[in-house]
């Protein structure tokens, strides 16, 4: 079966990252340093010496490698765009770590794509940049990362999304209590992108980790509301791996709910990873297992999944959606 097997899974991860220390703020890199030290119970100086560096490192190459090693066929890398936040800007500009991003990608045209992460705050320069990026660098769509300190729902960023809406590329936008400090949580509730999705609904706007564990529902809701909102399940290794039974059980949910608008959630809903920023709860391999286990392990709950709902996920709703 294992040829069969291979070829029956299609895995394509809508989240990834890759990583260059220019890409962001000294700043920022002190505090990730601190925040190790504090999960590994470690002092801050041995993580950034020995730890740092090697997310540095984390380039194109290495993220091919994590791929072939996890059984994922396609991602979507990107950068985020902190320079805006109090981490302040970094050495190289927001556009400097962008074009550097698709140009990585560009290094696998059939395996990975990127998402052009910008701060709208920026105004007439986010909106040039985003032009630049699709046009000219092949960039599939937008990144947001609310937590740096705005709401996506100001109308002073509306011109932005009738430029996604022009160009025909999605808003990804981050919405999970998913952060390190000093960035807060709050900007990233995703009732922020309902007002955006009801104002441009030829928007595709997808809900980066699928609120997480607190505003799930609340996606759900959204997403019952707006036939144009779309969500990923990056980070989620994190309540699948502690909480298997509820998780399965929300999903299973989501699956079965009738949305109001527009297509059922079942064709909604996309993988991924986040790696590598999730590897240490669940590597990525053991990720893409649990999901394309997931008919065998909902029996123990007594919770029905198909095959065809899991490839659903997997890859053929990104496919379709993002034409991936
Ligand atoms: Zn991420």
Redesign the pocket.
Known sequence: MNFGERCFFVVISM???IIHKDMWSDTFWDWVAKNYAMAFGIPKEVCAQQLLPQVWGFNADAYIKVMETAGIDKALI?G?DWGMSVAGEAKWSVEEMNKWVAKQADQYPDKLAALCAVDPRRGEKAIKLVVKAVEEWGMKGVKFHPTAGYYPDDRKYFPLYEKCVELDVPLHS?TAALINAPMESKYADPIHLDSVAANFPELKIIQ?HFGGLNWNLKCIEIMTARANVYAEI?GHQVAAAGMPQYWLTTLRNALNIPALLGPSLKERIMFGT?SP?ITTVMGDDAWVNWIKNIPEKAKEYSLNFTQEEVNKILSENAKRILKL
Request: aromatic fraction near 0%.
């Open positions: 989240h990834g990252h990107m985020v981050h980066i990056s986040d920023l």
